[in-house]
T-cell receptor
């Protein structure tokens, strides 16, 4: 069945370093992907998205890379800050009216 | 900018009681999604509505039902509550443009505790 998953459950980085969070998906028909950030007790917050006709998309301090050949997504956060500490989810729009979430990665930023 | 509004934010119910969760989407968004998130889990899709009609269904128990009203707000009705129903319930909304998926925006969630 469809599935979206992440390789690492927890990522610890030093403040100022770059962070890379990875995600694998299995549905080759998926054409739209979103990264969400979720802080404790809050709803998922949209960070950045990418469509399958793109390989890379950049936002403010964040970059998403899409490798359709190996069905892999990554989220890169530049100059990671303490406020970036949260759980990050990749999510996939299948060809149905639902957004499928992968297992989250907890990002911990230490001074 | 207006966001997705969910009410109540917190709800405590006893086993076998009934709960109703409400979701008010972003203005002009016609699609609503409900998700359930247990502690340390990823959000699990329950059900979605487009233009007041159910559009997709996930792992929603038969004890739960939902609908979208003429003003596009949605309600999730949960009956015969069980301890395992304790979770965060999120609603999200989007406005698919010409059948193209767009970003879904989430509310702050309702924390349901069943005791």
């Amino acid at each position: 069945g469809e599935s979206v998953g992440l390789h690492l459950p927890t990522l610890s980085v030093q403040e100022g370093d770059n962070s890379i969070i990875n995600c694998a998906y299995s549905n080759s028909a998926s054409d739209y992907f979103i990264w969400y950030k979720q802080e404790s007790g809050k709803g998922p917050q949209f960070i950045i998205d990418i469509r399958s006709n793109m390989d890379k998309r950049q936002g403010q301090r964040v970059t998403v890379l899409l490798n359709k050949t190996v069905k892999h997504l990554s989220l890169q956060i530049a100059a990671t800050q303490p406020g970036d500490s949260a759980v990050y989810f990749c999510a996939e729009w299948a060809d149905t009216d639902k957004l499928i979430f992968g297992t989250g990665t907890r990002l911990q930023v230490f001074p | 900018a207006a966001g997705v509004i969910q009410s109540p934010r917190h709800l405590i119910k006893e086993k076998r009681e009934t709960a109703t969760l409400k979701c008010y989407p972003i203005p002009r968004h016609d699609t609503v999604y409900w998700y359930q998130q247990g502690p340390g889990q990823d959000p699990q899709f329950l059900i979605s509505f487009y233009e007041k009609m159910q559009s997709d269904k996930g792992s929603i128990p038969d004890r739960f039902s939902a609908q979208q009203f003429s003003d596009y707000h949605s309600e999730l009705n949960m009956s015969s509550l069980e301890l395992g129903d304790s979770a965060l319930y999120f609603c999200a909304s989007s406005y698919p443009a010409s059948g193209v998926n767009t970003e879904a925006f989430f509310g702050q969630g309702t924390r349901l505790t069943v005791v």
